[in-house]
């Protein structure tokens, strides 16, 4: 049991539910919208998703401790570190982490070719983009991560939010539409920024190590007025779910998760130390569990009273 722990440490494990919400989301669309639901296909496409995340997770704290990003964050007085800490401290060995690392790559692989043998190639490639997108985020030559100029953003709104709904939804009912990409959009947008916030805690160790975040090239002050309007965007594109018949009406409710995170954002000055942004840390990735949550009880709801 105590080595469980030290991996599901490792890999940041209690981050899952920003992977896990926009699944539930694609496999609860093709219910509601077309009364289709394989319970295998769903569940391997879960068990699939949930590796690939954690392989992110993991790939990101291998290649930021090689770049010596890691490192720098944990002598930076300034920063606070939002990787696992295991390779920066020394607790487990290279060898070991990467092991672990692409033990999670060919879980993710093996599910994703099953699915697509179910339900044909475009499950894989969906898949597979979102391994590139995970890899290339720190791994050299890309590094698309470190190159800050909203690479990264979208390449969260893509892995957290498009892939993941449409991917799901197509794995149950064979086929694309309007309504699944809509309905990633609020989740995706929200995990974005959970990730783009995160940036704030350690911009200065980022700077000294070369790592070009959006935070370190505008600033703490405009990278702020950024976070605020991307959060306004995600909950927009939950009002236009509505009006555009991907989410029914009730599923309106969830906008009254915008009020915590816009408290922590009124407490918030132009200028912080790092700390002063762990609240909105916290509110931003409480948003995007809630929301996401109550999306989908809208959805399976509206699938049972149809």
């Not at 469980?4 to 209690?14: E, V």
């Not at 915008?258 to 909105?280: H, M, Q, T, W």
């Amino acid at each position: 049991m105590d080595r469980l722990k030290l991996w599901m440490k490792a890999s940041r494990f209690r981050v899952l539910p920003v992977m896990v919400i926009p699944v539930f989301l694609g496999g609860l669309g093709a219910y509601a919208w077309n009364g289709t639901f394989h319970p295998l296909l769903f569940l391997i496409t879960l068990l699939g998703s949930a590796a690939a995340h954690l392989f992110s997770n993991m790939i990101n704290d291998l290649w930021d401790f090689r770049s010596g990003v890691d490192v720098a964050a944990k002598e930076t007085a300034a920063a606070i570190s939002t990787n696992s800490g295991f390779l920066a401290n020394g607790t487990m060995s290279e060898r070991a982490f990467a092991f672990v690392t692409w033990l999670f790559f060919f879980l993710a692989l093996g599910s994703g070719v099953a699915v697509s043998l179910a339900s044909g190639w475009w499950a894989l490639l969906f898949g597979g983009l979102g391994g590139l997108i995970a890899y290339f985020y720190v791994a050299p030559p890309l590094k698309f991560g470190y190159r800050g100029k909203g690479y990264s953003e979208i390449a969260i709104l893509l892995s957290f939010g498009i892939l993941p709904v449409m991917g799901t939804y197509y794995v149950q009912v064979e086929q694309f539409g309007y309504r699944p990409l809509l309905l990633s959009l609020p989740v995706g947008l929200l995990t974005t920024l959970v990730l783009f916030n995160h940036h704030f805690l350690h911009w200065q160790a980022d700077r000294q190590a070369g790592k070009r975040t959006l935070v370190v090239v505008w600033g703490p002050r405009k990278s702020l007025v950024f976070s605020r309007m991307l959060a306004i965007l995600a909950y927009v594109s939950l009002i236009a779910c509505v009006l555009f018949q991907a989410l029914p009406w009730y599923a309106l409710i969830a906008l009254i998760t915008i009020v915590p995170l816009f408290k922590v954002y009124g407490s918030l000055g132009p200028e912080n130390d790092s700390r002063a942004y762990l609240p909105l840390m916290g509110a931003s990735l409480q948003a995007s569990v809630r929301c996401g949550g109550i999306t989908g009880l809208a959805l399976l709801v509206h699938g049972l009273i149809q």
